[in-house]
């Protein structure tokens, strides 16, 4: 099925919902306040179908007091059926209207002058005068047909449909990342939980599992509607209606974007372009963004004509996108509007983050990759690159590839200025000159250096490799020359003292690996060894004793039971000054031995 989705604007009482009606049979106004009132409260969907063809309509309030409400509905037009009254011409909120459609960039725009049977041709035109007018000062707009139309002129309504069934919907890909924004929530009897919102990006199947970010649960899609028709799968651009499962109706609201988990993650800030005439340093708006909105508080960084970039600083998690396209909203009017460019926190200095948000706008990826390269020394992540640029973890490396003396890890998605490895290889050397004898690997050099992928460590190995200074010795690596099998009984004498110096309060083996400068396997191997021999004791994960000092704490508890009747954890704390981890585990091992009783918490002698 090819749909279109077409919403509607213009000021209160121009005739849009009327308009709808005539065109699809649809009455939009099916709340009681709205029939009350005679006005569109919240967002109408009604549709029309030819053959194949699909038209979607969003019917959204003209009234000033709703204009979140109609931002929410036309965040998803393919293309705008902008109304104006033939007796009133262009009035405030259809002049607010044509400001949110700009600054969304909804481009195309069929002009309906509406209650033509009112006015004679003269004033048609002059209508039409002033739209043409209005419409060329705003850049994004562009006005594809005019319509002259009457509820009770048939014809003229059949001229419309007609010209509707041409138009093609925006083109769109079947390739992204579902993205949707909830804008409806309401449960079915018989059926639970319903949302409906339109696909902004990507698609969504019956049976698959979506995340909830507002929530932070996942649910499980029980059925895709567009319209009357249940479909496998919906893509980008269609209006649909999902029913979820899984989640529950109190955990659903207006506003909340469903997507795949882990692709968003969710922040207070927001670096951003601004087109607004009167937004000042530090003023409090509201930031719309498809069906949600936001307090936030702009900070402007830097300011031309009306054009700015600004960071939001918002009172709750927010989970933007690159070039997402947002409102401003202060005292219930349009203030201006633009597009996101930096959704996660990047600490930058201010003249930095105004370059790096410039070559955002121009989406020069090129350079902003390289500045980050440049200011982060200590490489910085491309994972969460669909949410900060738009690109594919494949795009975003072919993109850092051509930036000059850098390394991309394409395995971590990590991104390093050159100098990174001679770093690293600076730490090794250090390493070896203060420990002879150490032992390492790309892991363990990794597991010290939080900041280096294994990767960029095993390359830094791999150089000092062919300059002889370091060697490879059965799977880790030494200082050249020095015997493995040596090192290996040294190594194991080197643990064994540790543990006996630190008697019944050993280290854990990872603090003892980084104190000898050794990887994880290597020690790892020389404490099985030594337990293999009963040298030391494994009382509880990463705790080991030497054997001498068990003993020693086995008979010390055992004498607070001759003296007190029992032990515990209370009275053994008291006695051997110990913490509670360790008196637990030597509690646990007097419980293996034949003379001794476990009495609730106190262990006694048997007998």
Same mark, same amino acid.
């Given at each position: 099925?090819?749909?279109?989705?077409?919403?509607?604007?213009?000021?209160?009482?121009?005739?849009?919902?009327?308009?709808?009606?005539?065109?699809?049979?649809?009455?939009?106004?099916?709340?009681?306040?709205?029939?009350?009132?005679?006005?569109?409260?919240?967002?109408?969907?009604?549709?029309?179908?030819?053959?194949?063809?699909?038209?979607?309509?969003?019917?959204?309030?003209?009234?000033?007091?709703?204009?979140?409400?109609?931002?929410?509905?036309?965040?998803?037009?393919?293309?705008?059926?902008?109304?104006?009254?033939?007796?009133?011409?262009?009035?405030?909120?259809?002049?607010?209207?044509?400001?949110?459609?700009?600054?969304?960039?909804?481009?195309?725009?069929?002009?309906?002058?509406?209650?033509?049977?009112?006015?004679?041709?003269?004033?048609?035109?002059?209508?039409?005068?002033?739209?043409?007018?209005?419409?060329?000062?705003?850049?994004?707009?562009?006005?594809?047909?005019?319509?002259?139309?009457?509820?009770?002129?048939?014809?003229?309504?059949?001229?419309?449909?007609?010209?509707?069934?041409?138009?093609?919907?925006?083109?769109?890909?079947?390739?992204?990342?579902?993205?949707?924004?909830?804008?409806?929530?309401?449960?079915?009897?018989?059926?639970?939980?319903?949302?409906?919102?339109?696909?902004?990006?990507?698609?969504?199947?019956?049976?698959?599992?979506?995340?909830?970010?507002?929530?932070?649960?996942?649910?499980?899609?029980?059925?895709?509607?567009?319209?009357?028709?249940?479909?496998?799968?919906?893509?980008?651009?269609?209006?649909?209606?999902?029913?979820?499962?899984?989640?529950?109706?109190?955990?659903?609201?207006?506003?909340?974007?469903?997507?795949?988990?882990?692709?968003?993650?969710?922040?207070?800030?927001?670096?951003?372009?601004?087109?607004?005439?009167?937004?000042?340093?530090?003023?409090?708006?509201?930031?719309?963004?498809?069906?949600?909105?936001?307090?936030?508080?702009?900070?402007?960084?830097?300011?031309?004509?009306?054009?700015?970039?600004?960071?939001?600083?918002?009172?709750?998690?927010?989970?933007?996108?690159?070039?997402?396209?947002?409102?401003?909203?202060?005292?219930?009017?349009?203030?201006?509007?633009?597009?996101?460019?930096?959704?996660?926190?990047?600490?930058?200095?201010?003249?930095?983050?105004?370059?790096?948000?410039?070559?955002?706008?121009?989406?020069?990826?090129?350079?902003?990759?390289?500045?980050?390269?440049?200011?982060?020394?200590?490489?910085?992540?491309?994972?969460?690159?669909?949410?900060?640029?738009?690109?594919?973890?494949?795009?975003?490396?072919?993109?850092?590839?051509?930036?000059?003396?850098?390394?991309?890890?394409?395995?971590?998605?990590?991104?390093?200025?050159?100098? +990174?490895? &001679?770093?690293? $290889? %600076? *730490? =090794? !050397?250090?390493?070896?000159?203060? #420990?002879?004898?150490?032992?390492?690997?790309?892991?363990?050099?990794?597991?010290?250096?939080?900041?280096?992928?294994?990767?960029?460590?095993?390359?830094?190995?791999?150089?000092?490799?062919?300059?002889?200074?370091?060697?490879?010795?059965?799977?880790?690596?030494?200082?050249?020359?020095?015997?493995?099998?040596?090192?290996?009984?040294?190594?194991?004498?080197?643990?064994?003292?540790?543990?006996?110096?630190?008697?019944?309060?050993?280290?854990?083996?990872?603090?003892?690996?980084?104190?000898?400068?050794?990887?994880?396997?290597?020690?790892?191997?020389?404490?099985?060894?030594?337990?293999?021999?009963?040298?030391?004791?494994?009382?509880?994960?990463?705790?080991?004793?030497?054997?001498?000092?068990?003993?020693? +704490?086995? &008979?010390?508890? $055992? %004498? *607070? =039971? !001759?003296?007190?009747?029992?032990? #515990?954890?209370?009275?053994?704390?008291?006695?051997?000054?110990?913490?509670?981890?360790?008196?637990?585990?030597?509690?646990?091992?007097?419980?293996?031995?034949?003379?001794?009783?476990?009495?609730?918490?106190?262990?006694?002698?048997?007998?």
């Amino acid at each position: 099925m090819n749909s279109l989705i077409i919403g509607t604007a213009g000021h209160i009482d121009h005739g849009k919902t009327a308009l709808i009606r005539e065109l699809n049979g649809f009455e939009g106004d099916v709340l009681e306040e709205e029939k009350k009132r005679g006005i569109t409260i919240d967002l109408s969907f009604s549709n029309l179908r030819r053959g194949e063809d699909n038209i979607a309509f969003i019917d959204v309030p003209g009234h000033e007091s709703l204009v979140k409400t109609m931002i929410s509905g036309a965040y998803g037009f393919d293309a705008c059926l902008f109304v104006v009254a033939a007796n009133d011409g262009l009035m405030p909120q259809s002049l607010e209207h044509l400001q949110i459609l700009n600054l969304l960039q909804i481009k195309s725009l069929i002009i309906a002058v509406t209650k033509c049977d009112l006015v004679d041709e003269s004033r048609i035109e002059q209508v039409k005068f002033e739209v043409t007018e209005a419409i060329s000062r705003l850049k994004n707009l562009e006005i594809l047909e005019f319509f002259a139309v009457s509820i009770k002129d048939a014809q003229s309504i059949a001229e419309l449909r007609d010209y509707l069934f041409t138009l093609k919907p925006k083109n769109k890909s079947e390739h992204g990342v579902f993205r949707y924004y909830i804008d409806r929530v309401f449960s079915l009897k018989g059926i639970g939980s319903v949302v409906t919102g339109t696909i902004i990006e990507g698609s969504v199947k019956k049976g698959e599992k979506v995340y909830n970010y507002g929530s932070g649960k996942e649910a499980i899609v029980r059925s895709v509607q567009i319209h009357d028709s249940f479909v496998d799968v919906a893509y980008e651009g269609s209006r649909v209606a999902l029913n979820l499962t899984g989640i529950e109706l109190n955990e659903l609201k207006k506003g909340q974007l469903l997507s795949k988990k882990s692709f968003f993650r969710g922040f207070r800030e927001a670096d951003c372009f601004v087109n607004a005439k009167n937004l000042t340093h530090n003023e409090s708006v509201t930031f719309c963004v498809g069906a949600q909105t936001a307090s936030a508080k702009a900070i402007i960084l830097s300011q031309k004509d009306d054009s700015c970039f600004v960071t939001f600083k918002f009172e709750k998690d927010m989970f933007l996108k690159f070039d997402e396209p947002f409102v401003l909203v202060a005292n219930s009017r349009v203030i201006g509007g633009g597009r996101v460019l930096n959704s996660v926190n990047e600490p930058l200095k201010k003249a930095q983050k105004i370059l790096f948000l410039n070559h955002l706008f121009k989406k020069d990826f090129t350079n902003a990759f390289t500045l980050l390269k440049d200011t982060h020394k200590n490489g910085f992540g491309i994972i969460s690159s669909y949410q900060r640029f738009g690109l594919t973890h494949e795009e975003a490396v072919n993109i850092a590839k051509q930036i000059p003396s850098v390394y991309v890890d394409e395995k971590a998605l990590n991104i390093y200025d050159i100098s +990174a490895i &001679s770093r690293i $290889k %600076e *730490i =090794i !050397k250090f390493m070896i000159e203060k #420990n002879p004898y150490a032992i390492f690997s790309a892991s363990s050099i990794s597991l010290k250096l939080t900041w280096a992928s294994e990767e960029l460590c095993q390359k830094a190995i791999d150089e000092l490799c062919k300059s002889s200074l370091i060697a490879q010795n059965e799977g880790v690596y030494t200082k050249t020359g020095v015997d493995v099998k040596e090192l290996k009984v040294r190594l194991e004498e080197r643990i064994y003292q540790i543990l006996e110096s630190s008697n019944l309060a050993p280290a854990a083996p990872y603090n003892i690996y980084d104190e000898l400068e050794i990887d994880r396997l290597s020690g790892d191997n020389a404490l099985k060894k030594l337990t293999g021999i009963k040298r030391v004791v494994r009382l509880a994960h990463n705790l080991f004793v030497t054997s001498k000092a068990l003993n020693e +704490a086995t &008979s010390k508890l $055992k %004498e *607070i =039971i !001759k003296t007190e009747g029992f032990v #515990n954890v209370t009275n053994a704390k008291d006695h051997l000054n110990l913490s509670r981890k360790y008196i637990i585990a030597y509690l646990e091992y007097l419980d293996t031995m034949p003379d001794i009783v476990k009495n609730g918490n106190d262990r006694v002698m048997k007998g």
